[in-house]
Each structure stands twice: as C-alpha cells, then as structure tokens.
C-alpha cells in the first residue's frame, strides 16, 4: 500500500462526511446538517484543516484539526477533532499516519500542544494515542446549547 497523506480539497467534501457518518454514529447519532459547511471552513487553514489518507486515490480515512488561542501558550495549540478509518482499512496503520501527520502539521505551525478529547465510545482508543506521547491530562466538561 503506497499511502499518501494530503490535505482535503473541495471534491473530497462528499466521501469526508460519509466517513465521519460513521464516527458521529459511534458517539452521538446523525452527523449535523452543517457537517458540509464546516467542512468548506477548514479548507482555507486558517482554524484548523482537513488531513485525508488515501490509497491510489481511494480515501482510506481523515483526520480533521482546529488551531485554538490560548494566552497560557502565548499562541495556538491544535486540537484533534476527529479521526476516522475506512473499516476495510482499519490494521494498516491508517490511523498512526494521519495522527503522525497531525502531529508534525502542529509543530510546524509552532503549536504549543496537540490534544485529543476521548468520549465514552472512543475511551478504547486511549492506548492507541499513548503510542503518540498524549497523555491524560485533568477532565473535560460540556454543555451543549441550543
């Protein structure tokens, strides 16, 4: 597999939110109407980016990130916001090359930390990002508004 790693285009707007179809499924339900949209958002690089693994020119997964300010960092950290594997591509490290690229994308950009937040249906995956050097750090808290 000659697996090459590539920041999303416009065209891959479509096989990106059937991808994360199944991810949001996994968590909470359907995917947001305004999945596209936000999508179209991180195209520019600005709050954050769109990594696609592909094989061949087959999409096998993507990594989607976003640049936050913090005073504490004097500047931006990067979050990984989400991180999806075509099922047929899951056991041929997929997953490790995007994280890795997120992770090298972040230090680049002069990123203080890169995180990644773990929800009950994805707190199996937390030995996976140890691999990478994430480490648990306090807890998260939310509230969804309306």
């Known amino acids: 597999m ?11 707007r479509e096989a990106c939110i059937e991808l994360l179809q199944e991810l949001r499924a996994a968590d909470r339900g359907p995917l947001s109407v305004d999945a596209g949209e936000v999508f179209d958002r991180l195209l520019d690089g600005e709050r954050g980016l769109v990594l696609i693994a592909e094989d061949d020119g087959e999409m096998l997964g993507l990594a989607s990130v976003t640049f936050n300010l913090a005073m504490r960092y004097g500047g931006e950290y990067c979050q990984l916001e989400e991180l999806v594997v075509d099922p ?17 994308l972040a230090r680049r ?19 996976f990002y140890e691999k990478f050097g994430l480490e648990a750090v306090g807890t998260e808290m939310r509230r969804v508004l309306d």
């Open 2 to 12: 000659a697996l090459n790693i590539r920041n999303a285009v416009e065209t891959d």
């Open 88 to 104: 047929a591509a899951r056991g041929k490290s997929v997953g490790a090359r995007l994280v890795e690229a997120a992770i090298d």
């Open 109 to 127: 950009r002069g990123c203080a930390e890169i995180g990644a937040y773990l929800v009950a249906a994805t707190e199996h995956n937390r030995p």
